[in-house]
Antibody, heavy 124, light 107 residues
Framework: QITLKESGPTVVKPTQTLTLTCSFS??????????VGWIRQPPGKALEWLAI?????????SPSPSLKSRLSITKDTSKNQVVLTMTNVDPVDTATYYC??????????????WGPGTLVTVSS | DIQMTQSPSSLSASVGDRVIITCQAS??????LNWYQQKPGKAPKLLIY???NLKTGVPSRFSGSGSGTHFTFTINSLQPEDIATYYC?????????FGQGTKLEIK
């Protein structure tokens, strides 16, 4: 059974760096076809994909101009953790942040399951 | 970048109705399209993957179809527990995009 859980600060001040950790079990990120992605959801708004890291250490980030240069994703295979870093946060970054297991196959890719999410508020 | 247009943004239907939600991609994404259900205060859950494959354990009243740029998600015989927001999600060339969501309510 695959489970994931996000952890990190609940409140961050504007201009600071946000660091979130996804701790998972039930799979290894050294196994071919696996990935972990980060998705966020501002209150009352839609889901927004942020970044992903694959078993072979290939990484991809949102091309959104407001995010592109602010995101970093890394993995620690021995600890079963993935860390997302977002620099220079702003109140518009207030959201619930989810991590999710990715299945990467020849026919497609999908996020399943997801962690419960963690609400991060950016405020001074 | 691929843009996803999901419609409608909200929908009100009666128990037993058939509900249809559509997603349009800005260019051909083959069948790289998934559908998720999100209930209030909860994380999204995968329902349909690769456009038309029902995840194991998901009720058969849920279905998906389409390929290329036009995709459809259908709920046959709407049930009260289906009240949620539904999202499409596409994958193309290492990039992922979610639709804007469809909030489903019971009449």
């Amino acid at each position: 059974q695959i489970t994931l859980k996000e952890s990190g600060p609940t409140v961050v001040k504007p201009t600071q760096t946000l660091t979130l950790t996804c701790s998972f079990s039930g799979f290894s990120l050294s196994t071919s076809g696996k990935g972990v992605g980060w998705i966020r959801q501002p209150p009352g708004k839609a889901l927004e994909w942020l970044a992903i890291i694959y078993w072979d250490d290939v990484k991809s980030h949102s091309p959104s101009p407001s995010l592109k240069s602010r995101l970093s994703i890394t993995k620690d295979t021995s600890k079963n953790q993935v860390v997302l870093t977002m620099t220079n946060v702003d109140p518009v970054d207030t959201a619930t942040y989810y991590c999710a297991h990715l299945s990467f196959t020849v026919t497609g890719n999908w996020f399943d399951p997801w962690g419960p999410g963690t609400l991060v508020t950016v405020s001074s | 970048d691929i843009q996803m247009t999901q419609s409608p943004s909200s929908l009100s239907a009666s128990v037993g109705d058939r509900v249809i939600i559509t997603c349009q991609a800005s260019h051909d994404i083959s069948n790289y399209l998934n559908w998720y259900q999100q209930k209030p205060g909860k994380a999204p859950k995968l329902l349909i993957y690769d456009a038309s494959n029902l995840k194991t354990g998901v009720p058969s009243r849920f279905s998906g179809s389409g390929s290329g740029t036009h995709f459809t998600f259908t709920i046959n015989s709407l049930q009260p527990e289906d009240i949620a927001t539904y999202y499409c999600q596409q994958y193309d060339n290492l990039l992922y995009t979610f639709g804007q969501g469809t909030k489903l309510e019971i009449k």
